[in-house]
């Protein structure tokens, strides 16, 4: 029994000499780190080239490779401003409406002369025709903080606006049974610059309500902005036509009509929500 008892004795020995530390060996410590958490500007660099990369592997075909690298700005600018990524997501919503836009009808558009170059896709100088008015209303938020509530108005209504011009001109392009000059009234053919169909005004019409309406969804305006932006939209829209008709060329190029189109949305829409603000 002694002998018996000395055995597990010795084992118990063995096993805890196996499983003890060695005397020379110290204990690893683990310590808590903290995770630095990104400023806006560093997640908006980081989300908008996770993005572009995924754009490039995947070939996509809404912007030209030099388009990638300015909406790359643009969505930078955006993301890291006020607006955020509810009004990121509403300019992502223009891109994606506005691009399936240009393709209705595609083949029958370019065959007649009327369809849009490099088959829709958005070189530079369209991105920043159709968002310039929106980046500066974001970067005026991140100055003057106390305008913000008015600035997103007016940045949902550049939106909504280009929108609008972009719906009423290929929609019409496409299924325009009638279309008049915007300055004379005279029956010309679709895709006529300055020419207005009923197809294609209510197509725009529609198209501002939806990207207002998103902006109201997720917050970025009050609801009651909603016919304030599309109010807007049509006005800017309709000044965009006679521009277009009288004063495209040179200078004025179709890009520089449609910042000059953004801008006129978005100062109607300021001009319209200031009192209800």
Known sequence: MARRALQLLSLCA???ALIAPHPRIKPLKITKTTTQQLTPFENAITVN??????GIGTRQKSLT???L???W???VILLSSFVGWRGYSLCVLYLVAGSAATK????EKDAAGIGEGRGGRRGPENVWGSAATGAACALLGQAYPAQRPLLAVAYVASLATKLSDTLASEIGKAYGKTCYLSTTLKRVPPGTEGAVSLEGTLAGVAGSLVIAGYATAVGLVAPAMVPVAAVAAFVATTCESWLGATLQGGIFTNE?????NTLIGAVVAAALARPLL
């Open 14 to 16: 063995a096993t805890t």
């Open 49 to 54: 080239t996770a993005l572009a990369a995924f």
């Open 65 to 67: 490779p030099s388009g």
């Open 69 to 71: 690298a300015h909406a």
């Open 73 to 75: 700005a643009l969505g």
């Open 104 to 107: 209705v009808k595609q083949a």
């Open 256 to 260: 520089v009509i449609n910042f000059i």
